[in-house]
């Protein structure tokens, strides 16, 4: 089932690798509260769950939620300076 489910989302284009940082968006006067987030995960199905939740988010008028990243393995201090960067 797992796999049936993985081969789908891959055929509708999600993808799991890293695609690198994302230019960071400049939305002057709104007034909405922006949040980074670098996820990071130990095995692709970890992160397909949490990328799910976040394009699930349906509340952008009280809080906009940014993935600047994501990737697997551990937290390297290239992903500390990337979020850094975007802080």
Same mark, same amino acid.
């Given at each position: 089932?797992?796999?049936?489910? $993985?081969?789908?989302?891959?055929?509708?284009?999600?993808?799991?690798?890293?695609?690198?940082?994302?230019q960071?968006?400049?939305?002057?006067?709104?007034?909405?509260?922006?949040?980074?987030? @670098?996820?990071?995960?130990?095995?692709?199905?970890?992160?397909e769950?949490? $990328?799910?939740?976040?394009?699930?988010?349906?509340?952008?008028?009280?809080?906009h @939620?940014?993935?600047?990243?994501?990737?697997?393995?551990?937290?390297?201090?290239?992903?500390?300076? @990337?979020?850094q960067?975007?802080?």
């Amino acid at each position: 089932v797992y796999k049936e489910q $993985l081969a789908e989302r891959r055929a509708a284009g999600r993808r799991f690798k890293s695609r690198g940082p994302r230019q960071k968006e400049i939305q002057e006067g709104d007034g909405i509260p922006r949040v980074n987030v @670098l996820i990071k995960s130990d095995v692709v199905g970890s992160a397909e769950a949490i $990328l799910d939740v976040f394009d699930s988010y349906g509340d952008e008028k009280r809080c906009h @939620l940014d993935v600047i990243h994501y990737g697997i393995g551990q937290v390297t201090e290239n992903d500390i300076e @990337l979020a850094q960067a975007f802080d």
